[in-house]
């Protein structure tokens, strides 16, 4: 057994445990529960229940860091060149492992949005953003995953993150970011 | 500018003698070199004065005439400018000017003279009623006297009671700021748009009472149009999936015609909004091509718009309906720059756009079938763009960023003069309005 499944198969013992502690009701006879059997007869725990809530919370921790982590890895951004929306090879990369943590996780939908430096019109910059962001699709969808699962959407030069009038900020704000949407709750590493 | 004669100066000194009732000592004829704007040149002359109690609309109206571009005005400190007495033409004829203002009050109302100095003759007059505190909304009845002097004048249009919408964001942060309105002259400046979503591309309705304009919320982009005298607001029905944006009304108010940014491809659609239905789709490109910012020609039978479908932003046009979709602006693939948010001007003969030129974006102008060569109008600063005409169709107003930031900037393309409005944070996507009405709020 793996020590998740150890620590999963002490969990349902604890919580076994904790409803057996339950107080009963003096007035009434309590009906049989599926699985459970008669608090006489329970075995000695294999560790003491605290211990157990205290594995059971690291483990819960761990858990959590690992889902974190692989959100984190999803919502790492992509950036392009002045005025392209073709997805740059050094980013491939990134997407490469997005796209892996979609096909681990089918529960799992997107938002992809594009975004424009201040150089250009608002609508320009619109319509710029929306190709940056179908091009992540694109890349995505090449690689097997679903495009049903992804969606597109654009800010342009609306929402920067560096509002800096300089090329460094420039280089920052054209990118696309990536947005778990739905299914991220709890996530599978890829293999 | 050149020295003022020493003989305009005793005219107008006389005339001083003559309005203020009280000797012209040196200190008038200093105040005198001080305050007169005035050099004779190709355009006609003109002067301003005002009876007591009128000086904010005196001055209103003198800079009106000034942004029309049409003259070269005497600008008369407050003291100069101020009449107790009728005025003379006669004692203003060695000045030099063509044309001179009175502003008088006649019981609740303004009566305005306007004199043909030369010919030492009253031309035109009228009484209107005006608000002589000159401030908030009571403005525009000033400036629609101004532009009635245009056209007693020359006959020409005036742009005084005009306004001009535009987005705005905020200093240091960028944020979006909203929709704002001001004055053409710079002045009484107000947001529009109420606080919340991101917003972009105001456009004028054509009977100057309400606009269009993009509202981003969770990531689609409606269209709104709102009532600048109410704020009431309608979404345009079938706006309400992808990004509608670059809204631009026929000349006659039933339609309106936009880009769709989406994933299937941005493209241009029309929708009527008199009876707020049937969108429908005019351009189909493909999922990485754009057409965008549509303008009707002022006869409603044509739009030109921005498309990439060969490539490089270039200007095109085609029927209202979307039939006979070609190149407007000639352009030679690979030299010409790209090009971006075409404007159509209000009489018809002219396409003014921004395009990429000499490592920067500047404003350019087509003559409208002519065949010639697009004329670049603007050369300061790296990024001029999102050109919108005014009314007289010889101003435009435009985004540039000549001084560090994006701000709106007009320039008349007769004389080549530009100035910049006022506005507080970053201003852009200017859209000027039709001449403002009695009925306008």
Redesign the interface.
């Known amino acids: 057994m793996t020590q998740r499944a150890l620590v999963v198969a002490l969990l349902g013992l604890t919580t076994v445990v904790g409803a057996c502690g339950k107080k009963a009701d003096p007035n009434t006879t309590p009906a049989p529960v599926a699985g459970s059997v008669p608090a006489s007869s329970t075995p000695t725990p294999l560790v003491r229940p605290a211990n157990a809530d205290s594995m059971a919370r690291a483990e819960a921790a761990r858990r959590e860091a690992d889902r974190a982590a692989l959100v984190n890895q999803l919502a790492e951004t992509i950036h392009f060149d002045y005025d392209q ?1 073709a997805v740059n090879p050094d980013d491939t990369a990134r997407l490469d492992r997005k796209a892996a943590i979609l096909k681990a996780n089918p529960a799992l939908r997107i ?1 992809v ?1 594009g975004h424009a430096d ?7 910059n ?6 940056r962001a ?1 091009a992540a ?1 694109d890349y995505l969808t090449r690689l097997g995953v679903d495009g049903s699962r992804i ?6 030069r ?3 993150v560096d ?1 800096s ?1 300089n090329e460094a900020a420039y280089a920052k704000n054209r990118r696309d970011e990536f947005e778990a949407i739905a299914g991220a709750q709890s996530l599978v590493a890829p293999r | 500018m050149r020295p003022v004669p020493f003989l305009q100066l005793a005219a107008l000194a006389t005339l001083a003698l003559v309005g203020r009732a009280s000797p012209a000592g040196a200190q008038d004829i200093e105040r005198i070199r001080l305050g007169i704007n005035y050099t004779a040149g190709a355009r006609p002359g003109v002067l301003v004065m005002a009876g007591p109690g009128l000086d904010s609309i005196r001055r209103i109206v003198e800079r009106d005439l000034a942004f029309s571009d049409r003259y070269e005005m005497a600008f008369l400190p407050d003291s100069l400018g101020r009449l107790t007495a009728p005025l003379v033409p006669a004692t203003l004829k060695p000045l030099g000017v063509a044309w001179a203002v009175e502003l008088r009050r006649i019981g609740a109302g303004v009566e305005v003279k306007l004199y043909d100095i030369a010919a030492g003759q009253l031309r035109q007059q009228g009484v209107r009623p005006l608000d002589p505190a000159g401030v908030g909304e009571s403005r525009l009845a000033i400036h629609r006297v101004s532009d009635e002097l245009v056209t007693w004048i020359n006959g020409g249009i005036g742009i005084a009671a005009t306004r001009i919408l535009f987005k705005a964001d905020e200093i240091g942060t960028r944020r979006d700021n909203g929709i704002w309105r001001i004055d053409a002259d710079g002045q009484n400046l107000v947001r529009v748009s109420r606080p919340g979503g991101l917003v972009v591309s105001p456009a004028w309705h054509p009977d100057g009472t309400r606009f269009a304009f993009t509202e981003i919320k969770d990531y689609v982009g409606a269209l709104i149009i709102q009532s600048l005298a109410t704020g009431t607001r309608v979404t345009v029905p079938t706006t309400v999936s992808g990004t509608n944006n670059g809204a631009s009304f026929s000349p006659d108010g039933s339609k309106i015609v936009f880009g769709r940014v989406a994933e299937e491809g941005t493209d241009l659609f029309e929708a009527d909004v008199t009876r707020m239905c049937c969108a429908h789709r005019l351009t189909t490109t493909g999922k990485y091509a754009a057409n965008l910012t549509p303008t009707y020609s002022p006869d409603g039978r044509r739009i030109a718009f921005m498309s990439t479908r060969a490539g490089s932003p270039q200007i095109y046009a085609m029927d209202a309906d979307g039939t006979d979709q070609a190149v407007l602006v000639p352009f030679d693939a690979g030299e010409t720059g790209a090009s971006y948010a075409p404007d159509w001007s209000p009489d018809g003969t002219t396409v003014a756009f921004g395009r990429d030129a000499a490592g920067g974006r500047q404003l350019f102008t087509w003559q409208v079938g002519t065949g010639r060569p697009a004329k670049q109008q603007t050369s300061t600063g790296r990024q001029n763009e999102d050109p919108s005409w005014a009314a007289d169709s010889r101003h435009l107003v435009f985004r540039s960023n000549r001084t560090g930031r994006d701000q709106l900037w007009i320039v008349d393309l007769e004389t080549g003069t530009s100035r910049q409005l006022p506005t507080p944070g970053g201003a852009r996507l200017p859209a000027w309005s039709p001449i403002l009405r009695g009925t306008n709020p």
């Open positions: 929306f938002r949005t201040e150089r250009g019109s608002d609508e320009y619109l319509a710029l953003g929306m190709k179908i699709k969606e597109v959407a654009s800010l342009g609306e929402v920067p509002p009038p």
